[in-house]
């Protein structure tokens, strides 16, 4: 798995022409960088890196507004996943 931050970043510049200077607390969804959809893509590119499906119900504001909070949930999500 590469580093989730790095590829995050990445994709956040290229698909949704988001400034690699932005800060990895800044409000992707909230701030208004990203739309819906975008949310989705983005999920999609989370899921890839990480190696399991995220749970739709799991897919909110709390667990995806930030790069920060991106890394967290994936970090928690994959322990469990390997603790279980």
Do not use: H
Not at 30 to 57: F, H, N, R, T, Y
Not at 62 to 67: G, I, K, L, R, S
Not at 68 to 77: G, M, T, V
């Amino acid at each position: 798995m590469k580093d989730l931050r790095t590829v995050l970043r990445g994709e956040l510049a290229a698909r949704f022409n988001i400034p690699e200077s932005f800060d990895d607390d800044s409000g992707l969804f909230s701030g208004g960088l990203i739309d819906s959809l975008s949310v989705m893509e983005l999920v999609g590119v989370v899921e890839k890196c990480i190696g399991c499906q995220i749970p739709p119900a799991q897919i909110t504001l709390e667990n995806f507004d930030t790069v920060n909070r991106i890394l967290r949930y994936a970090e928690k999500l994959t322990a469990t996943r390997g603790a279980g």
